[in-house]
């Protein structure tokens, strides 16, 4: 395993063990999707709040394995306080780098990129997109302004 491939491990199992933004929150003014992947089980449950156009706050909850957990981890700060469009078009290019298709690396950076290697797994492509699917359906259904 090259030096890189065990950086990008470290943070996934970083984040997996550790998350950011864990927790859901009883507030009517988050918005909540949640979402389920039944050929390996994982669930994920995304909260949103947006203010003025920008996303405030993102929390997960979640069971699934570490690159489903970890991913929304990386989510969560990646898109915290960008604009909506800002943060829907740093989710198509996330989607774009699983794929192996063409992405602008200078919005997707940190720990987003350590998720390059699953496209080699096309099995576990869902598994790292479950928890940006969730908010990006909350981000296109949450009519906040």
């Known amino acids: ?5 065990h950086l990008y ?3 996934i199992m970083d984040h997996y063990k550790s998350p950011f933004n864990k927790g859901l ?3 009517p003014t988050y918005f909540t999707v949640n979402l389920h992947n039944p050929s390996c089980g994982d669930d994920m449950t995304v ?3 947006e203010s003025n156009g920008i996303v405030t706050d993102i ?3 979640g069971t699934g ?4 957990c970890s991913s929304a981890s990386v ?3 990646t898109l915290k306080n960008k604009t909506k469009q800002q943060a829907l078009d740093i989710i198509h290019d996330y989607y774009h780098m699983l794929t192996n298709e063409p992405y602008d690396q200078t919005i997707l950076n940190g720990d987003a990129l350590a998720y390059h290697g699953v496209a080699q797994f096309p099995a576990r492509i869902k598994c790292a997109t479950l928890a940006w699917k969730a908010t990006e359906q909350a981000l296109l259904a949450n009519k906040e302004e």
């Open 65 to 68: 394995c570490s690159i489903c």
């Open 47 to 49: 909260q949103i709040k």
């Open 9 to 11: 491990r470290q943070v």
């Open 75 to 77: 989510m969560s700060i």
């Open 25 to 27: 929150v009883a507030d």
């Open 1 to 5: 395993m090259g030096n890189l491939e």
């Open 59 to 61: 929390r997960h909850e």
